[in-house]
Nanobody, 122 residues
Framework: QVQLVESGGGLVQAGGSLRLSCAASGRTFSSYAMGWFRQAPGKERMFVARISGSGGSTNYADSVKGRFTISRDNAKSTVYLQMNSLKPEDTAVYYC???????????????WGQGTQVTVSS
């Protein structure tokens, strides 16, 4: 079993920044790819970003490219999502997920966190 716990969500004005964290336990963290997803009101859960176990490969949704940055600290078993230039349309519950395989972490995650709410006001 792998357990994931997100934190760092909150309320921020448009143009502001937030940094989300996801702490993992139960496996060797560096062996697992990690991903961030979000689910806005009235919409399906969508891919945001992913990162390989070593941190050497990353990928972003077009809607956040250039504004969001995914990173990880394997010594702390934690993955981060730095969100800058936030827009009201970024409002959603943000989830982290993991799978050992970087190629499929965005389509078939093995484990999910509980989510953290991000609200961006106009």
């Amino acid at each position: 079993q792998v357990q994931l716990v997100e934190s760092g969500g909150g309320l921020v004005q448009a143009g502001g920044s937030l940094r989300l964290s996801c702490a993992a336990s139960g496996r060797t963290f560096s062996s697992y790819a990690m991903g961030w997803f979000r689910q806005a009101p009235g919409k399906e859960r969508m891919f945001v970003a992913r990162i390989s176990g070593s941190g050497g490969s990353t990928n972003y949704a077009d809607s956040v490219k250039g504004r969001f940055t995914i990173s990880r600290d394997n010594a702390k078993s934690t993955v981060y999502l730095q969100m800058n230039s936030l827009k009201p349309e970024d409002t959603a519950v943000y989830y982290c997920a993991t799978n050992r395989n970087y190629a499929v972490v965005t389509t078939t995650p093995a484990y999910w966190g509980q989510g953290t709410q991000v609200t961006v006001s106009s």
